[in-house]
């Protein structure tokens, strides 16, 4: 008798022990996830200033955002650059550096609902043009299975206020989202990757042309290859948006779709806010 309730408590511990180790991750993932996520909203609030600060000077797309946006932007700034690990080559670390370069990322990603670029575990900061590989020409950046690489000089190049539609932290940042939602699949996001078939429908025929000589305000860089022509696209989207929308309209809108968001409404938001101020002055 004894040894029967011992046999059914023995089966009880195990059922209870298999139920938790299958069933409870599944069941308190989420909550435990919410849990994290506060404490690294309230860790952030103390860098707050910092990062407001810094991405306020030095990058003109913030400024086109709403005070949610905003908060949004700097909360996923952070979050990237916690889960990183940068490497100075050949040039001297700043704080600003990892700052700068997640919100980049951030920028890119806003829209999305995944933006950490999560297999991009290591992100290489070098000082100006560098070589690689076989290739003869000099590169500002590139990204490869072993990180992205980004040349200082170049990256804040690209910030400035210069409307040469240059952004080679923009132009990285768009190789490795579609890095992960396409070669690794490892951070698939579903909007993007079903939008991004809809944005194919329109970008192939116009890089095709492009192949074939016919020229547009993308440049000849674009028509290397289809990886060149998707990170070009994106860089002339926010720094020249109102001529790509005018060149290259259906482009510009399958770009909107798949990233989620419209660089001229935000400037019209931003613009609409400075009248209001204004005319109440
Ligand atoms: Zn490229």
């Keep these: 008798m004894l040894k029967k309730k011992i046999f059914r408590m023995e089966v009880l511990i195990i059922c209870t022990l298999l139920f938790g180790t299958v069933f409870l991750p599944d069941l308190l993932g989420p909550y435990f996830e919410r849990f994290l996520m506060q404490r690294k909203r309230k860790e952030f609030v103390q860098h707050e200033p910092y990062y407001r600060d810094l991405i306020f000077r030095n990058i003109r797309f913030?400024?086109?955002?709403?005070?949610?946006?905003?908060?949004?932007?700097?909360?996923?700034?952070?979050?990237?650059?916690?889960?990183?690990?940068?490497?100075?080559?050949?040039?001297?670390?700043?704080?600003?550096?990892?700052?700068?370069?997640?919100a980049v990322a951030a920028q890119l990603t806003l829209g999305l609902d995944k933006f950490k670029l999560n297999y991009f575990r290591d992100i290489y900061v070098l000082e100006h043009d560098y070589h690689y590989g076989y290739y003869s020409l000099p590169f500002m950046g590139h990204v490869d299975s072993s990180g992205i690489y980004l040349s200082w000089d170049n990256f804040l190049q690209g910030l400035g206020t210069n409307r040469d539609s240059n952004n080679v932290g923009l132009h990285e940042m768009a190789h490795a989202l579609a890095y992960v939602n396409f070669v690794t699949k490892t951070e698939e996001d579903k909007h993007f990757i079903k939008e991004f078939r809809n944005f194919s429908k329109i970008a192939r025929p116009i890089f095709?042309?492009?192949?074939?000589?016919?020229?547009?305000?993308?440049?000849?860089?674009?028509?290397?290859?289809?990886?060149?022509?998707?990170a070009i696209s994106v860089e002339m989207f926010f720094e020249n948006p109102l001529r790509f929308k005018h060149e290259l309209p259906d482009l510009y809108l399958a770009m909107s779709k798949v990233l989620k968001q419209d660089p001229i409404e935000q400037i019209k938001y931003k613009r609409s806010i400075?009248?209001?101020k204004t005319s109440l002055q």
């Design 62 to 102: 913030f400024h086109r955002l709403d005070s949610e946006q905003q908060d949004k932007f700097l909360f996923r700034t952070y979050l990237f650059q916690r889960s990183r690990k940068f490497h100075y080559v050949g040039v001297e670390a700043s704080p600003e550096m990892p700052v700068l370069i997640s």
């Design 208 to 230: 095709q042309e492009m192949q074939k000589g016919k020229k547009n305000l993308l440049g000849d860089y674009a028509a290397t290859n289809y990886h060149e022509f998707w």
């Design 274 to 276: 400075i009248y209001k």
